[in-house]
Structures are given as structure tokens and as C-alpha cells.
């Protein structure tokens, strides 16, 4: 029997097999590209491929595809095959360095915010070397950055690259300051976790609104939730433990190191969370989760829903991005040390990163902005839309100090006691895990808890990695020329601590007082919506920085704004549309039934006896009435307000209709529907109520 260590990575063309496969001196020029960033010798593609093919069609693949991430938000490929005709009238199987180097997929119906012209429809996808191929069914899958015709950037990997050469530059510029001349690159990593929700295919396929939008619009709130707290953590139940067992094994196969699976908050919600990789790897990697999820919940009878809100009053599923960046011999620049107030280089790179996240809240923001997240945000269980940053108590200590200039005391470490002498005693961490804080330091990085679950990671490491080069950037420009170098850095990092306090707070995420002093005691940016956010990317300094470092073109950030928002309002229209179908055709016709149900119920019993009273059915028959006219208003005023969207001249102004407009009538709705569901009786509802989902599971 096959152990983990034995098959893990088996599907992947890792550099265990590269070593195997490839000569000494083609694996020395393809790993010199993927551990220095250097080009890639032209001369080595065909090797690679004529490797990659063999050991691809050992495994059974018979296809490859050039696989990438398109601004959909989701993974794209188009599989072609190895076969090529042979003289017999045969086939052989062939695969070409250029064919691994370059596609040529059709990108006309791609999102480009007018990045190509109507008649341009090529696109080029070109080989991203640092993220290992994979087989997936019997395909070869081959990263890839997607281009248009023009050259523009139209996927998330390329701009993601961009931003971590940017960091990579300006780290290595700081480094040199402090006299360190062998490291030869600073790459960031993440470790996202993923949560999810897991339930009945059944329940799933008689629900329209989880069907075409991935949430309920409709649903009353079951007599239990998650108010015990006793899903947290508690024992997984056999169905799903079944789905996590093939899960990992999918994953580990695929050299994806799926490390923590455990119960979340709320029922039938789940979360997997990796061991930590180069942040394109992370990626990748999590795209592929997402994949295999929902792929493999299907063979269980279960559905894996990724949208940030799928049920009203019970959590909602984040992404925790851990990030953190080190050099290519091992240093975690984010890591304090024993003694972190004497850790010169580690107080520097803490500042760039308190610099870039108060410097750039806005973009920290946008890059977390979708419908879905923004009924997520500033719950009881999100961090609110107000950007701050946790430091803990010892390096909030280690700031304080320096920036009064006074002697730092240092703080002692306490011996957890608890109270029974044959448990283990261990000291207390000088930093807590503050679950209400955007942006919190967790030891030796940074855990930004912001993104949605459905999110690809990239878009808010791109925005991470180019802030904090900016901010590496201004420091090396700054200090590069002293000539009293310890005098200046220490009145660098002074002044930078208090130029940037404000982004800094330990307290509670959660109470409106803080939201409060945030925005107008410390003039922090209080984005609540998509349409709040997403025109900000283009403000001059959010243009100036990313195109300063070449993460974006003006063009391809304007392209991006406008597709960002388009899938913003093309995501509640068709909410919109799923509610006033639901509405009309389910929902107002179960309550009209049940209402006319239950004067019959009043009919029979005045039949037997006209002095009866009937004051029970006479007043559920008033309120099934009256109910019934409000979801018809409600509905003719959501259709009046989507017809008026037709008439909207951009998508800008599309977005703050749909915010002011169109969201406040779903509420309305469905907040009417909701109260004529708790009132109507079970079996005449048209679909499974939160009770049946949530807990249909075993």
C-alpha cells in the first residue's frame, strides 16, 4: 500500500523528476530561470518538452493544455493532443519546445475592458517556468501568463510576476545596505486558508438562487445556527470526512501540501488550509483547490459552495492570506528574532510594510472587492472594511520605544499555568491571533483575513508586493547615499512609525466606536461597497506607483476598473433576476395557495358551526394577504429598477445604481419573503429552507 511520501507530487513534473529526466546541463539552465528570474535559454525548450511529453504520456495523458487565469477569476484551458500524423498512416506522439513556450487560445471572449479590439481575437499564453506542470485527467497542464494580440496583460499571473520582481528589486537594494552581498533574490509566500461550505446535491439542485448565483436570496433564519458554537472544531462527520480523505489525496498527487482541515463556525462550512509556498505557486495551487472541491464533492452527492455568503445569520467563508517574504537562503525578513528592538533590518522591513498597507488602504481594499465579499465585510465575523494593521503587544512596545526615543523594557514572557501538574508548562506568545484585524502580524507574517473565499489570491498579492516595494523603494532611495547610515535609518524607521500610527490598532475590529475614531478621528478610507471602492484604482498615486514599477500599464488598469465593475453589476443583475423569477413564479404562489388553504380551513369550519370565531385563521389569512401584495410591489419595483439600468450611460454610474437602487429593493424583498416563509407551512414552501441545507449533512 502507497504511502503519502510515495505518491505525493506523482502528477507533477517537480524538480525531482526534472533531475531524472533532463541532462545536467538543461537542468542547470532551467533551474538557474526558476530560482534567479533570469530568461529563459531558448535552446532548452525542446529538451524540456520532449521530457515533459514522455513523462506526461507515462502517466496516460494524451493532451496538454497551456492552463492560466484569465480575468474571470477562474482557471481557462483548451487541450490539444500529442498526435501527429506519421508516413505509415499512423500516429506518433510530439510535443515542441515552441509549443511549450507559446499557445495561440482564442481570446474574443475573455473580459479585456477594452484592452483589444473587437476583431482582434488572438490571444498568446506563454509558459510561466516557476510554477511546475501537472496532469490533471489524462491532460498536461502547463502554466501560463495570457496576453492579447497587443501585448497587454489579460490574466492575474502576469501582473502577479510583475509584482513580485518589484519587491524582489527594492528588497534587494535594502539588503545590500546592511551589507549583505550574496543573496541573490527576496520572493514573498503565502499560505492561503480556504473556507467553504459542504451540502446535499439535492438541496442544491431544487434552490435556483444556489444554482445560478452560488447563495440564497431567500430564507428564513432556523431555529439553530450557530449560537452553541458547536460546530467549531467538533468532530467531522463521516460524509464529509470521506470528501476530505479523497480531497488530500487529489491534492497531495498534485504536490499541493494540504496540511489543517477542520469544522468552521457554521454549519455544514468548512476550511482547508496549506503549508505556506512562493506566493505564484500559492497561486496556482489555490486555484487548483477550488477545483478539485467542488470537483470532488460531486462524487460524494455534495456541493461545495465558494461564494462568500451562501446563508443570511451564519458566517460567511473568507480566504486568510499569510504572507510573508524571504531570500533565496532561507532568512524570513519578517521574522523578529529573540530580540527584535536590536533587529535593525527587521524594524525596516516592518516599516515598509506599515508604510505600504496606511499608504495604500485603497488598493488593499479593491483587490478584496466583489458582490459576494461586500455582504461578508464588517459582519461579526470579517474584518470591517476599515483597513488597520495588529502588531501584538511586544512589538507595539518596540515602536512605542522608538518612537518616543526612550529605553525599551522589553516584555517578559509569562508561563502559561494551568493548574494541573502533569500538563506541559509553555510560555505565552508575545502576540495574540486578533481575528477582528484586517491585517494582522502573526509571529513572522502578515495575515491578511480581507479576501473572499471564492477570491484568487493573486489580486491582493499583487497590491501587497508593489506597496511594500514602494515603500522598500522610498528607503533605499533615501538611504542609499548616507554617510551616517545608522543615524539615518534609525530617524527613518522613527519617523515612519509616527507618520503611520494611525494604521496600527490592537483593539476591536468589531465595535462601532473603533469604526468611528478610524474614520474620523484618524482619517482612515471606509470603502463599503465594490462601487465605493473600485473607482479609487485609478487615483493618481495608485497609477503613478503600479506603473512606476511595471506591474501594470495606465491601459490595463483602466481595463481592469472597468471589468471589476462590470462583473459587480453583472453579478447582482442576475441576482436580481434569479429573486423577481423566484419571487413570482415560486414564492408568491406557495404563499397565495397556502393563504387560500387556509380559508378554506376558516370555510369548513363556519360550515359546522357560524358562531366559531376562526380569529387564528382569520389573522394568518390577513397576513398571507398582505404579505402576497407586498412581494408583488416588491417584485414590480426590483423589475422597474432593472429596466432602469438599461439606460445608465457607464459602468461606473451603473454601479452606484445598483448600490443606492437595485440592493436596497432585494432587501426589501426579501425581507418579505422571508417573513411569509416562517408563516407558511412546510409543505407548501417550493424549496428546502435553511433548516434542510444546513444540516442535511451526516
Not at 473556507?195 to 444554482?211: Q, T
Not at 547615499?481 to 545608522?486: Q, R, T, Y
Request: proline share 5%.
Amino acid at each position: 500500500m502507497k504511502t503519502v511520501p510515495d505518491y505525493f507530487g506523482e502528477l507533477v513534473f517537480d524538480d525531482r523528476v526534472m533531475k531524472a529526466t533532463l541532462s545536467a546541463r538543461t537542468y542547470a539552465s532551467l533551474r538557474h530561470t526558476i530560482d534567479e528570474g533570469e530568461p529563459l535559454d531558448p535552446n532548452v525548450a525542446d529538451a524540456v518538452a520532449l521530457a515533459m511529453k514522455d513523462w506526461a504520456v507515462s502517466k496516460g495523458a494524451t493532451h496538454f493544455t497551456h492552463w492560466f487565469q484569465p480575468l474571470t477569476g477562474i482557471t481557462a484551458e483548451k487541450h490539444d493532443s500529442f498526435i501527429s500524423p506519421s508516413p505509415d498512416g499512423g500516429v506518433i506522439m510530439e510535443f515542441s519546445g515552441k509549443e511549450l513556450i507559446k499557445g495561440e487560445p482564442d481570446a474574443s471572449s475573455f473580459p479585456s475592458g477594452g484592452l483589444r479590439a473587437t476583431f482582434e481575437a488572438r490571444g498568446y499564453t506563454a509558459w510561466d517556468p516557476t510554477s511546475y506542470a501537472f496532469i490533471k485527467g489524462k491532460t498536461l497542464c502547463i502554466p501560463t501568463a495570457f496576453c492579447s494580440y497587443g501585448g497587454h496583460a489579460l490574466d492575474k499571473k502576469t501582473p502577479l510576476l510583475r509584482s513580485m520582481e518589484a519587491l524582489n528589486r527594492q528588497a534587494l537594494r535594502v539588503l545590500k545596505l546592511f551589507g549583505n552581498k550574496t543573496v541573490k533574490r527576496v520572493v514573498s509566500s503565502v499560505g492561503p486558508e480556504q473556507e467553504y461550505f459542504l451540502i446535499s446535491k439535492e438541496m442544491y439542485d431544487a434552490r435556483p438562487d444556489l444554482r445560478f448565483c452560488g447563495r440564497t436570496l431567500f430564507g428564513a433564519k432556523p431555529p439553530k445556527g450557530q449560537e452553541m458554537d458547536d460546530h467549531y472544531f467538533g468532530a467531522i462527520k463521516p460524509r464529509v470526512a470521506e470528501f476530505m480523505e479523497e480531497l488530500n489525496v487529489e491534492l497531495w498527487k498534485l504536490g499541493i501540501m494540504a496540511k489543517t482541515e477542520h469544522n468552521e463556525v457554521a454549519p455544514a462550512q468548512h476550511e482547508l488550509a496549506p503549508i505556506y509556498t512562493t506566493t505564484n505557486i500559492a497561486t496556482d495551487h489555490n486555484q487548483l483547490t477550488m477545483e478539485m472541491m467542488q470537483k470532488i464533492a460531486s462524487r460524494h452527492g455534495l456541493v461545495c459552495l465558494l461564494h462568500e455568503k451562501p446563508f443570511a445569520g451564519v458566517n460567511g467563508s473568507g480566504k486568510h492570506n499569510n504572507w510573508s517574504i524571504s531570500t533565496n537562503e532561507g532568512q524570513n525578513l519578517l521574522s523578529p528574532g529573540e530580540t527584535p528592538y536590536e533587529n535593525a533590518q527587521f524594524l525596516l522591513f516592518l516599516c515598509a510594510v506599515i508604510q505600504a498597507v496606511d499608504d495604500y488602504q485603497d488598493l488593499l481594499r479593491i483587490s478584496v472587492a466583489t458582490a459576494g465579499n461586500d455582504h461578508r465585510l464588517g459582519a461579526n465575523e470579517a474584518p470591517p472594511a476599515v483597513i488597520s494593521m495588529f502588531l501584538g503587544d511586544e512589538l507595539n512596545a518596540v515602536l512605542e520605544a522608538i518612537e518616543s526615543d526612550t529605553p525599551y523594557k522589553g516584555t517578559k514572557k509569562t508561563q502559561l499555568k494551568l493548574g494541573v501538574d502533569v500538563l506541559p508548562k509553555f510560555n505565552r506568545d508575545t502576540t495574540d491571533r486578533n481575528r477582528t484585524s484586517p491585517f494582522a502580524f502573526t509571529g513572522n507574517k502578515f495575515e491578511f483575513r480581507m479576501l473572499g473565499s471564492s477570491n484568487s489570491i493573486a489580486c491582493a498579492n499583487i497590491m501587497l508586493n508593489s506597496a511594500v516595494a514602494q515603500s522598500l523603494k522610498l528607503f533605499a532611495d533615501e538611504l542609499e547615499g548616507s554617510d551616517a547610515f545608522e543615524t539615518d535609518l534609525h530617524n527613518l524607521i522613527r519617523r515612519t512609525i509616527k507618520e503611520h500610527r494611525r494604521i496600527i490598532f490592537n483593539g476591536n475590529g468589531y465595535d462601532n466606536a473603533w469604526i468611528k475614531e478610524a474614520t474620523e478621528v484618524r482619517g482612515l478610507l471606509n470603502f463599503r461597497t465594490t462601487a465605493d471602492c473600485m473607482p479609487h484604482l485609478l487615483d493618481k498615486k495608485n497609477v503613478d506607483m503600479l506603473t512606476s514599477h511595471r506591474v501594470f500599464t495606465p491601459d490595463e488598469l483602466r481595463s481592469r476598473r472597468d471589468i471589476m465593475l462590470e462583473n459587480y453589476c453583472k453579478t447582482v443583475t442576475i441576482e436580481a433576476n434569479t429573486m423577481v423569477d423566484m419571487a413570482r413564479t415560486l414564492i408568491a404562489p406557495a404563499v397565495s395557495d397556502f393563504a387560500a388553504h387556509v380559508a378554506r380551513g376558516a370555510q369548513a369550519k363556519l360550515a359546522l358551526d357560524p358562531a366559531l370565531p376562526c380569529r387564528y385563521e382569520t389573522s394568518l389569512a390577513a397576513k398571507l394577504s398582505a404579505l402576497s401584495d407586498r412581494i408583488d410591489s416588491g417584485v414590480s419595483n426590483l423589475e422597474r429598477a432593472l429596466i432602469a439600468l438599461h439606460d445608465v450611460p457607464d459602468v461606473v454610474a451603473e454601479s452606484e445604481a445598483i448600490r443606492d437602487d437595485i440592493l436596497p429593493l432585494m432587501c426589501e424583498l426579501r425581507v418579505a419573503c422571508d417573513e411569509a416563509e416562517s408563516i407558511t407551512a412546510k409543505s407548501f414552501w417550493p424549496f428546502p429552507t435553511y433548516s434542510d441545507i444546513l444540516f442535511s449533512v451526516r
